[in-house]
């Protein structure tokens, strides 16, 4: 039993607690960034790895996040509370063993070279493991910090504004270090261990300045294992996964291209690579600054909706003259619009999601909603990371060579036409499934407030 007292009015968070709560978020980027952009080149360039055996790697990989993800949610909603609350310290914890396995990923195949793809697989298998110790209890923090609607946008703000800047300021750093080094080796040395050290100052800063108000409802009795599948089957999770889902893809195969597509579409044109971050950046904020005054006046289904939309009829616009670099800055500037939009809300529709099923079923579950989305982020990342090299290996690329006409085509058709159609789809499945709205929300928080209050009484 907690001794937290509750107030039926939500508390005010603090400038500080927000600005912690970005550091501990920036915190997180580095490792998803650098796999999701550049996990496939080094292992086909630098470690030798055929392309669609990393994408059998990648795909068997998330089978076993559909297994895991879930234990792991139910694991840490039922670790013991402690002096941090029921989710910092396990972040603590969690992102040190995440560290070490991250550079394993990286390096083991190079260390150990005799049967470098086994290590490989082994390495990559852990880090979903890993990675969910840290991820899940990062990603249970916004329901935890806040019931309040506005107070969840807020931080959906933060969390996005803090997730786009960090990933555009690595992906135009990581090819300018690697194009600086001595040999592409050395450069990947630097940028992952310079990383790992960011990931644990950033990580350790932020979890000292937030803190955890919203206990549950019903705290004498966790849910069991046997509560888990209807937990993530209610239908508003169930539309929410399948969109992000359908989004991450569409943004990890682009993220996973975009190195090919620049070294041999635009021969080398590492500096265009660079600077369409930058342009994603300074269109992406102002974007997210705005959603949520959007989503007051146009409701956030709506908002949502239009940004992956948009998301994904701008890159297109690039099939036109594919090596133009104006419109690789125009279709940059249209992707950076709807990914603002996406960012931001996606969060905070998550955080809804957890009010709903404590409303609809009597249980509070961060962690098993956190852990499908974990699975769904990795799902993204392997999926998204595995088409890419199907498609290379399918339209015979051969890696540090120069590129046939149908391999070139087999990675424009990776980083433009591919990841376009599946993000208009998943547009299409929140559009139509998504039943939650502001009326229907407000009803819930209501609820759930009155609940917590007499239980406190």
Known sequence: MTDIKYSPEPARIGLAEKAAFGIVN??????????????????????????????????????????????????????????????????????????????????????????????????????????????????????????SERERNSLSVVKGFCYQAGNTLFTMAAPLILASAVNRLNGFYALIFSSVIMVLVFTIIGVMGIKERIEPVNTDEKYKIKDIIPIITCTPVVVTLLTTLGFLISMIQRAASGMYFFTYILDNRMDVFSLTSLVALAVTLPCMAITGILSNRFGKKSVFVTGIVIS???????????????????????????????????????????????????????????????????????????????????????????????????????????????????????????????EKLSQITASLRERRAAKAR
């Open 26 to 147: 920036i915190g997180n980027i580095p490792i998803q960034t650098l796999l999701n952009g550049f996990l496939m080149i080094f292992y086909t360039d630098m470690v030798g790895l055929n392309p669609a055996a990393i994408a059998t790697m990648f795909l068997v990989m998330r089978v076993f996040d559909g297994i895991n993800d879930p234990i792991m949610g139910f694991v840490i909603d039922h670790l013991p509370r402690t002096k941090m609350g029921r989710f910092r310290s396990y972040l603590l914890f969690g992102t040190v063993i995440c560290c070490i396995n991250f550079i394993l990923v990286w390096f083991g195949p190079v260390w150990v070279p005799v049967g470098k793809l086994a290590i490989a697989y082994i390495t990559y298998l852990l880090l979903g493991v890993t990675f969910d110790i840290m991820d899940i209890p990062l990603n249970s923090m916004i329901p935890a910090m806040t019931d």
């Open 312 to 438: 994904g009829l701008g890159p297109l616009l690039r099939l036109f003259a594919v090596t133009n670099i104006p419109l690789i800055y125009i279709g940059t500037v249209l992707g950076g619009v709807g990914t603002g939009f996406f960012m931001t809300l996606s969060y905070g529709i998550c955080a809804d999601n957890v009010d709903y099923v404590e409303h609809t079923r009597g249980h509070r579950a961060e962690g098993a909603l956190a852990a499908v989305n974990s699975f769904v982020a990795k799902a993204g990342m392997g999926i998204g990371g595995a088409i890419p090299g199907y498609v290379l290996a399918a339209t015979g690329y051969v890696a540090n060579q120069p590129q046939t006409e149908a391999a070139k085509m087999g990675i424009i058709m990776n980083n433009i036409l591919i990841p376009s159609i599946i993000v208009l789809i998943a547009a299409l499945v929140f559009g139509l499934g998504y039943g939650i709205n502001r």
